[in-house]
């Protein structure tokens, strides 16, 4: 765990640990416990007695915590999934279930319904998270969390588990139209004799740093092979107790936060950028297809640009240098009335390409260069942005989920930062 902490600090994460403290289970995963998605933090109606304070060992770095875990009644046991994998273990009669059994994608979730995770769970779930989608998995697997079975490696691309996962037709339709990567048969590591907390999937039980970059059990290289090939570059570290303690390294993990800074800058510029010649953003049929399944059904999803292609003025070198940016591209960005952009996530591989700049180094900067008008929006991380002053910016790290449109009458004009902070 160690080595895997030095790992993340080296590539500028933030790591706090909990507390050593005596609890009737462990504290190895607060992944199970605890699931966080915006500004919600929900500790779990864990389905075991024993784990229902489990989240206190590290309770002090969590905000505003709902806590859901209260002791179950037996009846909610089903005992007869003793020896019987196509019983599950809990039935309807509370809502119950572990952090472990969800994963997010923007405003959908991925809920599998497990001997840890019942259907009255996800039902809790979807009325506590606002306008999120929380999506039912059942019959694929029922021992016992999701991440051995699916792990969502960046926007429209995952990673699937082709022992319970047959096709993707078995998926939620949100899912479907993503690009899979099955994974190879793991290489056994092994356990500690008469301790086997779980198989030999707990392998592809990996932690995405960015969209580009993966830490994953250090024999897995067939993995790493496969990952290798679609740009995901792998840091192979050890974990030879994930089998035995029943944790791999998306298990032993939970994102707090992803980085957003809000700031504001000098407006130093004049109105000629309104006179710039824009063109129209393209966007590849995938996504087009991903979106109208979403619900989407208007006619301009991107807005338009003036790029680093064009002459640019001088001044956008000075608000790069006060945000703190570097090795900068430029982008002039407007939106007119009926311009929605989706919830997405950028991927920067052209930027990355010319400043030879790895994808996790990666910010962006949106400077708004108008004081905000009605209908004009812009979202982040689950958090909306309005009632802005020309100057203000959001600076935020490259694989931050986002979205901005115009509902308004007036065009809304932005510019945009790509870098590397100093």
């Not at 507390?19 to 500790?43: L, Q």
């Amino acid at each position: 765990m160690d080595t895997f902490v030095s790992f993340l600090e080296k590539e500028s994460v933030k790591v706090v640990r909990p507390e050593r403290t005596d609890c009737n289970y462990y504290n190895y995963c607060p992944r199970d416990s605890v699931f966080i998605h915006g500004d919600k933090t929900i500790a779990t109606p864990m389905p075991l007695r024993a784990r229902i304070n489990e989240y206190k060992a590290f309770e002090q770095h969590l905000q505003n915590v709902e806590n859901l875990n209260q002791p179950h009644w037996d009846a909610l046991y089903n005992t007869e999934c003793i020896g019987n994998p196509d019983i599950l273990a809990l039935n309807e009669t509370a809502p119950a279930f572990d952090a472990a059994n969800v994963i997010r994608a923007n405003d959908d979730v991925l809920y599998l319904v497990s001997n840890s995770g019942n259907r009255q769970g996800a039902l809790l779930l979807e009325t506590m998270l606002d306008n999120v989608n929380v999506h039912e998995l059942e019959g694929i697997y029922s021992y016992m969390h999701i991440d051995s079975t699916i792990a969502f490696l960046r926007e429209g691309l995952m990673l699937l588990n082709p022992s319970r996962i047959k096709s993707k037709s078995q998926l939620p339709k949100p899912f479907r139209h993503w690009d899979a990567i099955w994974c190879p048969e793991p290489t056994d590591i092994g356990y500690y004799p008469g301790y086997c907390n779980a198989s030999e999937w707990i392998n592809m039980n990996l932690f995405s740093v960015s969209p580009s970059l993966v830490v994953l059990e250090e024999n897995q290289h067939s993995l790493r092979k496969e990952l290798e090939k679609h740009g995901i570059e792998c840091a192979m570290l050890p974990m030879r107790h994930q089998r035995t303690l029943g944790g791999g390294f998306h298990c032993v993990t939970l994102d707090l936060d992803r980085h957003v800074i809000k700031g504001s800058v000098k407006p130093r510029w004049n109105n000629r950028y309104k006179e710039f010649e824009y063109v129209r953003q393209p966007l590849t049929d995938k996504e087009l297809i991903y979106w109208k399944d979403q619900g989407y059904n208007h006619q301009n999803f991107t807005g338009m640009m003036y790029d680093s292609t064009n002459p640019m003025p001088v001044w956008v070198r000075a608000v790069a240098a006060e945000i703190g940016l570097n090795k900068c591209g430029y982008v002039f960005y407007k939106m007119v009335t009926g311009d929605i952009m989706p919830m997405h996530v950028d991927h920067y591989r052209r930027y990355c390409q010319v400043f030879d700049v790895e994808y996790k180094d990666v910010w962006r900067a949106i400077v708004f260069l108008e004081d905000w008008q009605s209908g004009h929006y812009f979202e982040i991380n689950r958090h909306a942005f309005c009632n802005y002053k020309a100057g203000d910016y959001i600076l935020w790290q490259s694989d931050t989920p986002h979205a901005a449109s115009n509902i308004g009458v007036d065009d809304r004009y932005t510019l945009q930062i790509t870098g590397v902070l100093d």
